[in-house]
């Protein structure tokens, strides 16, 4: 299964979906006026991973910001890999990445936290 | 009543000016907007946090004007004077001598719609920040998408980074249209 590797823009975050090693990273920012253009096949992608995925899935999210209509994208993304969870041929780990003194990322990273139920790991960068 | 529009956009673009226009908005201007603002806060010494704030809600304030533009009648873009002017909203930012930043917004809404929109900002504007959060996250996991491709989430999102109420008016303007002045202060 190909891996996808995007460079990131001044709207759009940098992914690396790398299906051999199972680690999946979205970093930057996340503010396109059409977000389902963009997170589209990175959707698609998941939902053929799940059919192959084992061991541990790793996840990282650093998102620098994002706007309210990458937040739905991002939520299918991680019901997709809630899906790969569910199958119990993996184990999915989110890291989930913000700012030391970044209070509404990491309250962006509970929202989502209690919404689903797979592991969210809350990660501090210090600066 | 079309240079009453234009007249609220220069009673409103005045202050402390940290950007203003008026016009149609695409998705480049949007970029130039924002990257200006990012650096003209962060020459003026704004720390990081503040900047990120007030960066989430223009984003969501510009791209809000972005999805929801209408066309206003002929003769009203006509007297705006703007070449090849299709479409219309403003949009000002400034910086008050409190420190507060205050960014308003017009557009043009269809009359039919004008409910919709003044229930939504009577509901926002009542609610704690702890029933925003709720609020938030259950439209986040509705998979609903409007037509206009925004997730209905905007406005929920600036009341909870901002903290404060919205200021907002809708002034009659034709038949068909209102017109609708959004404020949203970041303290």
């Given amino acids: 299964m190909d891996s996808i590797n995007i460079e990131g823009t001044p709207k759009t975050p940098t992914i690396s979906f790398d299906a051999k090693s199972g680690n999946i990273e979205i970093k930057g920012r996340s503010i396109p006026e059409n977000s389902i253009e963009f997170y589209k096949p990175l959707v698609d992608w998941l939902d053929k991973f799940s059919d192959v995925a084992q061991g541990t899935v790793n996840v990282n999210i650093q998102l620098e910001y994002f706007n309210t209509s990458s937040s739905k994208c991002i939520l299918d993304v991680f019901k997709k890999l809630e899906n790969i969870q569910n199958k119990n041929k993996a184990e999915v780990v989110i890291n989930w990445y913000y700012e030391e003194d970044d209070e509404d990322m990491l309250e962006a990273g509970e929202d989502y936290q209690s919404i689903l139920k797979i592991p969210f790991k809350m990660v501090e960068i210090a600066d | ?187």
Avoid: W
Avoid at chain 2, 130 to 148: M, P, T
């Fill in chain 2, 1 to 187: 009543m079309e240079a009453n529009i234009h007249s609220l956009y220069q009673k409103v673009s005045k202050g402390n000016l940290v950007i203003s226009h008026e016009g149609a908005i695409d998705s480049d201007l949007i970029s130039t907007f924002l990257a200006k603002v990012e650096d003209s806060l962060l020459q003026d010494g704004e720390n990081a946090k503040r900047v990120r704030k007030i960066y989430n809600i223009l984003v969501e304030a510009l791209q809000n004007l972005y999805h929801h533009q209408e066309i206003p009648p002929k003769a009203f873009l006509d007297s705006m004077q703007i070449p090849g002017l299709g479409q219309y909203v403003f949009f000002v930012m400034t910086k008050e001598n409190s420190g507060n930043y205050r960014v308003t917004c017009g557009n043009f809404v269809l009359k039919s719609k004008v409910k919709v929109l003044r229930d939504r900002m009577e509901q926002l504007n009542s609610l704690s920040q702890e029933e925003l959060k709720e609020l938030y996250k259950i439209i986040l996991n509705n998979d609903e998408f409007s037509e206009k491709g925004g997730g209905g989430l905007g406005f929920i999102d600036m009341a909870r980074k901002s903290g404060n109420k919205f200021g907002y008016e809708f002034i009659n303007f034709d038949d068909k249209f209102n017109f609708f002045i959004f404020e949203v202060l970041v303290s």
